[in-house]
């Protein structure tokens, strides 16, 4: 039997929006994956993706609790 690999999940807060900053959640196998997924977001929302303006993902860590402020409001 294959073990199944787990899914990683991700935050970013520096991807392209309409009017203030966009924050959004990914879960994917890899980083990669995870661009490739919230890439087809970003466009299906008549945003640009990271090819036309870079962003980050940041992996949010699994072995402990935690609690992360997407977007506090301010600019």
Known sequence: ???KKELKVF???DH????VGGVSLVKAK???EGKRLLDAQL???GLKTFREKK???VEVPREEA???ILHDGDY
């Open 30 to 32: 890899d980083r990669h």
């Open 66 to 68: 935690w609690a992360i």
């Open 1 to 3: 039997m294959s073990k």
């Open 43 to 45: 466009k299906e929302a």
């Open 16 to 19: 392209d929006a309409h009017y």
């Open 11 to 13: 935050y970013c807060t």
């Open 55 to 57: 962003y980050t993902l």
